[in-house]
């Protein structure tokens, strides 16, 4: 069966759809009428590139040399020197998922016929997405000005025979990839290079996919704190409804009525709710922080969704106008100072599990064996699984530092305010991996405590999720080799098998 196809018209691709194309191969098609929009804006173009009328990067320099005037038969030469000079990234490359959204949204905001840009490096982006060629772009060099300047270049240069892609699994030269797909390299015409690299879609890409996995991230970290909370014999009264709708913050409400949903039938908290009348924060408070994390990831969701369907090149081709106006759409701030928040709010999902595993394993705390081992002292049991976890919560205290507030001044001082909104989102992506080996090793951890429980039930819905990491997880008697078991549970923290089988059991989470 053939892959569904995603229409782009520019103005209503779903942050959805951009999950589809990156991660379940969905192919791409560009909307007719968008196309003949985009053919009048690039022939308004080439016609001022033969005038005499002088346009910021049609037939001029870029930056601080925008007062160069290039003259026509340099055109060509101007826009492909852009970009092999800007393509001077370092550092990893931006794994498949990535660059496939990055391509995604650089065509859905060009299809709009604002960036005077032909068809020809469009319809090449779109045989890149739907034969699976991924260009080879490094993670490093932007500073989100002109938008992502650095990177973008690695990108648009494939399109034009240089650089390197994968394709089949297989690094080599575009040249080659084009080859075996019988594709031509692309020749620009007037603004095709700085319309191809002036824009937010790096940043955006990183986004669009770190708010998908997300809001994943608090689905499982509900569960993870309803297992420890069990564990831990925590009483029901701060789920209550009625404590939620006299502050009632959206994201509030549904953690403590998801709480309450995958605690539903508990015998354990039915025999322990009479033993003290309220817990620690890290209990007790659950519906309040991770309902925080969730309204500021609901934030993020309208910036992302607003972005993705933006043209944010510069200068901007006005085609009913007649005119060309140089603005700063490609300017990264709203992106990175979205991303900075949704680094703290992602990294305060760790934060308050980190504390809930500190309290599992603290057994004047707890109630429960020692470190969760029978026979401690012999054996060490889950200690230094909490030392991993304050490991990597401190890293993300340090990466939740905001880079939006820092600029570096570039090209002469002409860009002498930059949002560094590409590192914004690539932190947020280290934060958002931090996170989830967090809740993995809560899952680990809360799993072995629950079992101390044993005869008595668990909740529907965290009983459910015990017996699937139990399916893949032992009970640990003894001291053995750890990072196998947090490996697995990483995997079933990432993957969707475990809030699927608690859902059919308890219930849709919100």
Same mark, same amino acid.
């Given at each position: 069966?053939?892959?569904?196809?995603?229409?782009?018209?520019?103005?209503?691709?779903?942050?959805?759809?951009?999950?589809?194309?990156?991660?379940?191969?969905?192919?791409?098609?560009?909307?007719?009428?968008?196309?003949?929009?985009?053919?009048?804006?690039?022939?308004?173009?080439?016609?001022?590139?033969?005038?005499?009328?002088?346009?910021?990067?049609?037939?001029?320099?870029?930056?601080?040399?925008?007062?160069?005037?290039?003259?026509?038969?340099?055109?060509?030469?101007?826009?492909?020197?852009?970009?092999?000079?800007?393509?001077?990234?370092?550092?990893?490359?931006?794994?498949?998922?990535?660059?496939?959204?990055?391509?995604?949204?650089?065509?859905?905001?060009?299809?709009?016929?604002?960036?005077?840009?032909?068809?020809?490096?469009?319809?090449?982006?779109?045989?890149?997405?739907?034969?699976?060629?991924?260009?080879?772009?490094?993670?490093?060099?932007?500073?989100?000005?002109?938008?992502?300047?650095? @990177?973008?270049? *690695?990108?648009?240069?494939?399109? /034009? %025979?240089?650089?390197? $892609?994968?394709? #089949?699994? !297989?690094?080599?030269? =575009?040249?080659?990839?084009?080859?075996?797909?019988?594709?031509?390299?692309?020749?620009?015409?007037?603004?095709?290079?700085?319309?191809?690299?002036?824009?937010?879609?790096?940043?955006?890409?990183?986004?669009?996919?770190?708010?998908?996995?997300?809001?994943?991230?608090?689905?499982?970290?509900?569960?993870?704190?309803?297992?420890?909370?069990?564990?831990?014999?925590?009483?029901?009264?701060?789920?209550? @409804?009625?404590? *939620?709708?006299?502050?009632?913050? /959206? %994201?509030?409400?549904? $953690?403590?009525? #998801?709480? !309450?949903?995958?605690? =539903?039938?508990?015998?354990?908290?039915?025999?322990?709710?009479?033993?003290?009348?309220?817990?620690?924060?890290?209990?007790?408070?659950?519906?309040?922080?991770?309902?925080?994390?969730?309204?500021?990831?609901?934030?993020?969701?309208?910036?992302?969704?607003?972005?993705?369907?933006?043209?944010?090149?510069?200068?901007?081709?006005?085609?009913?106008?007649?005119?060309?106006?140089?603005?700063?759409?490609?300017?990264?701030?709203?992106?990175?100072?979205?991303?900075?928040?949704?680094?703290?709010?992602?990294?305060?999902?760790?934060?308050?599990?980190?504390?809930?595993?500190?309290?599992?394993?603290?057994?004047?705390?707890?109630?429960?064996?020692?470190?969760?081992?029978?026979?401690?002292?012999?054996?060490?049991?889950?200690?230094?699984?909490?030392?991993?976890?304050?490991?990597?919560?401190?890293?993300?205290?340090?990466?939740?530092?905001?880079?939006?507030?820092?600029?570096?001044?570039?090209?002469?001082?002409?860009?002498?305010?930059?949002?560094?909104?590409?590192?914004?989102?690539?932190?947020?992506?280290?934060?958002?991996?931090?996170?989830?080996?967090?809740?993995?090793?809560?899952?680990?951890?809360?799993?072995?405590?629950?079992?101390?429980?044993?005869?008595?039930?668990?909740?529907?819905?965290?009983?459910?999720?015990?017996?699937?990491?139990?399916?893949?997880?032992?009970?640990?008697?003894?001291?053995?080799?750890?990072?196998?078991?947090?490996?697995?549970?990483?995997?079933?923290?990432?993957?969707?098998?475990?809030?699927?089988?608690?859902?059919?059991?308890?219930?849709?989470?919100?």
């Amino acid at each position: 069966m053939a892959n569904p196809i995603i229409e782009l018209t520019g103005h209503s691709l779903t942050i959805e759809d951009v999950l589809n194309v990156a991660r379940n191969d969905y192919q791409v098609s560009l909307d007719p009428a968008a196309v003949t929009f985009v053919q009048r804006g690039a022939q308004i173009v080439r016609n001022w590139a033969e005038s005499d009328k002088v346009i910021y990067g049609i037939n001029t320099g870029f930056g601080d040399l925008a007062s160069v005037v290039i003259s026509p038969e340099n055109s060509r030469i101007l826009q492909e020197n852009l970009l092999k000079s800007h393509a001077c990234g370092v550092g990893d490359t931006f794994p498949e998922d990535i660059v496939r959204a990055i391509m995604l949204l650089r065509v859905n905001s060009l299809i709009r016929g604002f960036s005077g840009i032909s068809m020809a490096p469009l319809a090449q982006m779109v045989n890149y997405l739907n034969l699976g060629i991924h260009p080879v772009i490094p993670e490093q060099g932007s500073v989100g000005a002109s938008g992502d300047l650095c @990177p973008l270049s *690695h990108l648009a240069i494939t399109l /034009l %025979g240089m650089g390197e $892609v994968i394709y #089949n699994g !297989r690094r080599m030269p =575009s040249m080659e990839a084009l080859e075996i797909t019988g594709l031509k390299p692309v020749e620009l015409g007037p603004k095709e290079g700085l319309a191809l690299n002036n824009g937010t879609a790096v940043m955006t890409a990183l986004g669009s996919l770190a708010i998908a996995d997300g809001r994943h991230l608090a689905k499982v970290a509900d569960i993870a704190s309803a297992i420890s909370l069990e564990a831990l014999h925590g009483v029901p009264y701060a789920f209550d @409804p009625r404590t *939620h709708e006299l502050r009632p913050y /959206l %994201g509030q409400r549904r $953690v403590a009525s #998801n709480i !309450r949903k995958l605690t =539903s039938e508990s015998e354990i908290i039915e025999k322990y709710k009479f033993d003290r009348v309220q817990d620690a924060y890290s209990l007790r408070c659950i519906p309040q922080v991770h309902g925080a994390s969730r309204d500021a990831l609901d934030y993020v969701t309208t910036k992302i969704q607003i972005e993705i369907n933006s043209v944010t090149d510069n200068p901007l081709i006005f085609p009913s106008d007649m005119e060309a106006i140089s603005g700063g759409n490609f300017h990264g701030q709203p992106i990175a100072i979205t991303m900075d928040f949704y680094g703290i709010a992602v990294a305060e999902f760790a934060n308050i599990s980190e504390r809930r595993v500190a309290r599992l394993v603290d057994h004047k705390l707890s109630g429960l064996p020692p470190f969760l081992v029978k026979n401690s002292g012999l054996n060490s049991g889950f200690m230094i699984p909490q030392y991993t976890c304050a490991a990597l919560v401190s890293e993300n205290k340090v990466l939740s530092h905001p880079s939006s507030v820092d600029s570096i001044p570039t090209s002469a001082n002409q860009e002498d305010h930059v949002s560094m909104g590409s590192y914004s989102a690539r932190k947020a992506r280290t934060i958002l991996d931090n996170a989830f080996k967090v809740i993995a090793i809560e899952l680990f951890t809360s799993c072995q405590a629950l079992d101390f429980s044993n005869p008595l039930k668990p909740g529907k819905g965290v009983g459910s999720a015990r017996e699937y990491i139990r399916s893949n997880i032992p009970f640990i008697e003894e001291d053995q080799y750890l990072h196998p078991h947090i490996t697995s549970a990483l995997a079933m923290a990432r993957g969707e098998e475990l809030v699927n089988i608690v859902e059919d059991e308890a219930g849709v989470l919100f």
